[in-house]
T-cell receptor, first 111, second 112 residues
Framework: SQQGEEDPQALSIQEGENATMNCSYK?????LQWYRQNSGRGLVHLIL?????REKHSGRLRVTLDTSKKSSSLLITASRAADTASYFC???????????FGTGTQLKVEL | DAEITQSPRHKITETGRQVTLACHQT?????MFWYRQDLGHGLRLIHY???????NKGEVSDGYSVSRSNTEDLPLTLESAASSQTSVYFC???????????FGQGTRLTVV
C-alpha cells in the first residue's frame, strides 16, 4: 500500500510563479524525501528532511514537515520551464530501511 | 564517476518466458532496491537487499526473485512473465540506513 499521497495530482503554472506540492503519509517516519522525475528518466533526489526537522531549504526548494499532521510540502519558488517534471515524496519509516513512494504530482511550467 | 546502470533499457518478451533485468552500481552501496512504476500507482517496492546474500520481499514480490552474490549487482528475475508485469522497472541503491537513494534510468518491459 502507498505510504505517501501527493496533492495535487497535476499542477500547471506560469514561469516565475511558485509551485506547492503536498504529501501526506500514514505511519511514523525517520525521514521524508522528495524526488524529481523527468519524462522517461530515473528519479533524482532533491532533498531529505528528518523527523526532528520542521523546515529545510535547498536553492529554490523549501520543504516543510509536520509530523503531528503526518504531512509535508515542497515549495519551488520562481519556477522555470526546466522544472517541468513529476515530483514524488518518499518516506523512510522507523521500522524499515527502505523508501515508500507516493503517486506523484505532475508539474507543468509554461513559458 | 560512480553510477548505477540498468540493462536492457527496453525489452519485449512473451508470456511465460523467464526474464532477467540487470542492475549494476559502482558506489559500493550496501542497499539495493527494485521498484516498478505504473500509472496511478507511483513506485512500488518489489525486492530489496541490505548486503551480499541478503534479500527481502517488498510489497509486490509475487512472480519476482532477486539474488545478491556481490555488492555491485542485484539482478531481478521474472520467473514466468505475465502481462500484468508489463511496467517500467527501476533499480536504486543507497549507502546505508535513512539516506538518499540513487536511481538507474529504468527498464521498460513489455510482456505480450
Amino acid at each position: 500500500s502507498q505510504q505517501g499521497e501527493e496533492d495535487p495530482q497535476a499542477l500547471s503554472i506560469q514561469e516565475g510563479e511558485n509551485a506547492t506540492m503536498n504529501c501526506s503519509y500514514k505511519t511514523s517516519i525517520n525521514n521524508l524525501q522528495w524526488y524529481r522525475q523527468n519524462s522517461g528518466r530515473g528519479l533524482v533526489h532533491l532533498i531529505l528532511i528528518r523527523s526532528n526537522e520542521r523546515e529545510k531549504h535547498s536553492g529554490r526548494l523549501r520543504v516543510t514537515l509536520d509530523t503531528s499532521k503526518k504531512s509535508s510540502s515542497l515549495l519551488i519558488t520562481a519556477s522555470r520551464a526546466a522544472d517541468t517534471a513529476s515530483y514524488f515524496c518518499a518516506t523512510d519509516r522507523m521500522d524499515g530501511n527502505k523508501l515508500t513512494f507516493g503517486t506523484g504530482t505532475q508539474l507543468k511550467v509554461e513559458l | 564517476d560512480a553510477e548505477i546502470t540498468q540493462s536492457p533499457r527496453h525489452k519485449i518478451t512473451e508470456t511465460g518466458r523467464q526474464v532477467t533485468l540487470a542492475c549494476h552500481q559502482t558506489w559500493n552501496h550496501n542497499n539495493m532496491f527494485w521498484y516498478r512504476q505504473d500509472l496511478g500507482h507511483g513506485l512500488r517496492l518489489i525486492h530489496y537487499s541490505y548486503g551480499v546474500q541478503d534479500t527481502n520481499k517488498g510489497e509486490v514480490s509475487d512472480g519476482y526473485s532477486v539474488s545478491r552474490s556481490n555488492t555491485e549487482d542485484l539482478p531481478l528475475t521474472l520467473e514466468s512473465a505475465a502481462s500484468s508485469q508489463t511496467s517500467v522497472y527501476f533499480c536504486a541503491s543507497s549507502p546505508g540506513p535513512y539516506t538518499e537513494a540513487f536511481f538507474g534510468q529504468g527498464t521498460r518491459l513489455t510482456v505480450v
